[in-house]
């Protein structure tokens, strides 16, 4: 079959799931080996683990002091990997086919949706100098903290994994130390909060910023420079989503949680909490000491998301405003989608209810299965550990160790498809191509009742 033609059978999804399922397997070999471990772990417990740690959800069904030091870095490497995993495959899925030509590109970008021109090319070297620079900066603040506890290696090991846990939005520790032993500790709450951030905008959007810097900082004359409309919808959803989060969550802990701290404390937790409950998963208190309200709010916000070609997970700040957009066209009367002046094509439209319903389906489902083999668990501790697994958020009301063999299946499954996205996973075993499926045909129309 001529190279050219081979597009029109390319599934993206598919070989994004399998590159997924490949690492996981590598990384549970790894785990296998007995210098990484400290005592005897079942196959299944480290499949489990080697999944969470790729699609950086953070839930684990057995201590991660069962890891010996060794274990533990290859761990680190596999949430690293894992974090930037994503968007640097499909950049690579997406360059494959550069060379076919403009009709190859557009066909390319339809199923990534993703640019691949000059600035797509050179988006692959800034994820990986972007990813190193950050997280330096943020161990090097952690580290001035902790290295007033700690011997200066134990302190650097620490603050690293801290930068690279919150940069990759999993918001789990590795080497028995807690973000809660530093609640109180603004330096590291603002680093940690500050990474969760930049790692949730994408890094897409986080070059359009320094390509922004660079264009302020001369001033080229003739030139205007102008945001995407994606980075808009990321920025403007990122910072609202931020704003309302630290409104709720100031209401709904005020008599609780936030009972005994002063006023910049107060604002400090519930900023790092509105951040963080939107795919990190750090958390400042035990979820037993939050109100519904609180575990509510931190659910719908994990499943909004992140932005797309972030670190983050969740269905994505960018289709969630998509449908809010649709839904009020269709309020207004209107047939043609619109944000920001721009009209949003058909396709994506359909593409956003469709990743919403799949998302919003799967975890009813998962919850629903898991309220049968899981006996002796509320009904808001079992959506939590579904909803927290499938948008990666990784918060759990403890019960992921207490599973049975059925119900760690559900929930790694959960795991890795809400990773590489319900959609993806669907066109990864649909038809070989969508576009092969177009037909030159349409079907007389007929219109039903819906209410």
């Known amino acids: 079959m001529d190279d050219s033609k081979k597009l029109l059978y ?39 683990t080697a999944t969470s740690a790729v699609c950086v959800t953070g839930m684990f069904t057995i201590p991660v002091s069962s890891f010996t030091l060794t274990g533990q870095l290859i761990l680190l490497l596999l949430l690293q990997i894992g ?32 640019e691949i021109g000059k600035e797509g090319k050179n988006l692959l070297p800034f994820i990986l100098i972007s990813t190193f620079v950050l997280e330096v900066l943020g161990a090097l603040v952690i580290f001035s903290v902790l290295r007033q506890e700690f011997p200066w290696y134990k302190a650097m090991l620490l603050s690293f994994f801290q930068a690279i846990s919150a940069f990759c939005n999993i918001g789990v520790s590795l080497f028995g130390y807690d973000i809660e032993q530093h609640a109180h500790s603004i330096p590291v709450l ?8 930049c790692g949730s905008l994408g890094f897409p959007a986080l070059k359009e910023l320094l390509d922004f810097g660079k264009y302020r900082a001369n001033k080229p ?22 704003v309302l989060g630290m409104v709720v969550l100031f209401f709904s802990e005020y008599n609780h949680s936030l009972v005994g701290m002063d006023p910049i404390h ?50 994505k700040i960018t289709c969630f405003a998509i449908t809010i957009a649709s839904i009020k066209a269709i309020m207004a009367g209107n047939t043609n989608v619109t944000i920001g002046n721009r009209s949003i094509a058909l396709d994506q439209v359909f593409k956003s209810f469709t990743i919403l319903a ?22 808001l501790e079992l959506g939590l550990e579904v909803s927290s697994a499938f948008t990666n958020l990784g918060i759990s009301a403890g019960i992921t160790d207490k599973l049975s063999v059925a119900g760690k299946w559900l929930i790694l499954i959960s795991m890795l498809v809400g990773r590489i996205g319900s959609l993806a996973f669907i066109l990864a075993w649909a038809k070989r191509s969508f576009i092969k499926s177009k037909k030159p045909y349409s079907y007389p129309e007929e219109r039903i009742m819906l209410e």
Not at 190 to 197: D, G, I, K, N, R
Not at 234 to 242: D, K
Not at 358 to 379: K, P
């Open 10 to 48: 390319f599934a993206p999804g598919r070989t994004l799931f399998f590159a997924a399922l490949s690492l996981v397997l590598i990384g549970t070999a790894l785990l296998a080996i007995p210098v990484c471990r400290t005592c005897s772990i079942p196959l299944l417990d480290l499949f489990f």
């Open 83 to 114: 974090g930037i995993s994503l968007i640097t495959f499909t950049i690579l899925i997406v360059s494959r086919f550069i060379r076919f030509g403009l009709s190859g590109q557009l066909k390319a970008q339809q199923f990534a949706e993703i």
């Open 190 to 197: 603002l680093a940690t909060a500050f990474l969760m951030f």
């Open 221 to 242: 004359r003739g030139k205007i420079f102008a945001f995407s409309l994606q980075t808009k919808i990321i920025l403007y959803g990122s910072l609202i989503m931020t």
């Open 266 to 315: 107060k604002i400090i937790t519930v900023l790092f909490n509105s951040i963080s409950f939107r795919s990190a998963g750090f958390l400042l208190v035990p979820v037993s000491s939050l109100t519904i309200g609180t575990i509510m709010t931190m659910m719908i916000f994990g499943f909004v998301g992140s932005a797309p070609g972030s670190t983050g997970s969740g269905v």
């Open 358 to 379: 799949v998302s919003a389906f799967w975890i009813f489902i998962a919850t629903f299965i898991l309220s049968i083999t899981e006996q002796g668990h509320s009904m």
